[in-house]
């Protein structure tokens, strides 16, 4: 099933329409109350996408800009620069032994990993930096909410082609730069369930224990437990490796909300490497001077907004985060309320 995430959704209304972000904003919250509870955001925006007149999906297959690549669909084609190769690894599943590479290729419109599987992955022995590749029959899937091209054995990847040409590039790190870009200051009582995005400042007033769990050393996915061992969704049986999770609830004096951090954020977070992180998995009492040195900390974050369906309760996603400098931000609220003194007409007295 093809699938546009609420960013895609807002990013296509507002390329075909012109609407500005704060009038289409509006008009998914009124389409949410007019159907409480029984859409989800995604969901309202595609009515308004509708009512609109607006097609969000040109094309299902064939030759797509890396922009207009969506989770779900097959038989895609694209031409991109390579942007880095990543190392091959070898898996095992279902007592069978595998390998996958996988390269990240850009175009003027975005950025995406390339995924080969088996013998697909010897494809990328002499590939480099700098060089075009074409991919033609390639399957979309969606992982850590980034798409990927993957390569199964009726694909094929062409490396510097006849006549195909990338000029200008969108360098890897565009689509977090892009996130961060469009994330607006926020405090945490504003946050709503319209909201994709955000930036938000605050205190970390809680800090829970760090949160292990098996993954599979060929996808990254989930792996579950399956008899004595571990086993993924789309590798069977694997030798499970392990990624983590960290929830804390930060303060901004308006609102006190969880903010989940994933793995490079959590290293970032702690100033940890990963395997420093990893250690607490045999030694979690550890752990506890860290939790303890997080409280207090006054952190930046930009981050993306997640309504828990369990606990009925918006929580904060971590996308990037640092440490927040008091200065900035005086000044920050210093040239604010310049801004809006500027803007108030001048006394007669």
């Known amino acids: 099933m093809i699938r546009l995430s609420y960013d895609e959704i807002l990013a296509r209304i507002k390329e075909k329409s012109g609407i500005g972000e704060a009038e289409l904003a509006g008009k998914v919250e009124a389409k949410m109350s007019q159907l409480a509870g029984l859409i989800s955001k995604e969901g309202a925006a595609h009515i308004v996408a509708s009512e609109l007149g607006i097609k969000l999906i040109d094309q299902l297959s064939g030759r797509l800009q890396v922009k207009n690549i969506l989770a779900g669909m097959r038989d895609v084609e694209t031409v991109g620069k390579v942007l880095q190769v990543f190392e091959e690894r070898q898996f095992s ?3 069978r032994e595998g390998k996958v590479a ?10 995406i990993r390339v995924v080969l599987w088996n013998e697909q992955a010897d ?6 930096v700098g060089d075009v590749v074409k991919v033609k029959s390639a399957y979309v899937k969606e992982r850590n909410d980034l798409k990927e091209l993957h390569l199964n054995d009726r694909s094929t990847i062409l490396v510097n082609p006849p006549g195909e040409t990338v000029d200008a590039v969108i360098p890897k ?6 996130v961060v870009q469009k994330a607006v200051r926020k405090k945490l009582s504003d946050i709503g369930e319209a909201d994709s995005v955000a930036e938000v400042l605050g205190t970390v007033v809680q800090v829970f224990d760090i949160k292990f769990f098996e993954t599979c050393p060929a996808c990254g996915k989930r792996a579950r437990q399956a008899g004595s061992g571990f086993a993924c969704s789309d590798h069977g049986e694997v030798k499970a490796g392990y990624s983590y999770v960290l929830n804390t609830v930060i303060d901004d004096g308006t609102e006190t909300m969880r903010l989940v951090l994933f793995r490079r954020m959590v290293d970032k977070l702690i100033n940890k490497t990963e395997q420093d992180v990893l250690s607490f998995r045999l030694q979690p009492d550890s752990f506890q001077q860290v939790k303890n040195d997080l409280l207090g900390n006054f952190i930046k974050a930009t981050v993306r907004v997640n309504k828990n369906e369990l606990f009925d309760r918006l929580e904060l996603i971590a996308q990037e985060i640092q440490e927040a400098s008091p200065d900035e931000e005086i000044a920050r609220l210093n040239d604010e309320l310049a801004a809006v003194e500027k803007s108030q007409p001048q006394s007669l007295n």
């Open 93 to 95: 599943s279902n007592n």
């Open 102 to 111: 996988s390269l990240q290729i850009a175009d003027e419109t975005g950025s």
């Open 123 to 128: 494809n990328v022995k002499g590939i480099g």
């Open 173 to 178: 790190t565009a689509a977090a730069a892009a």
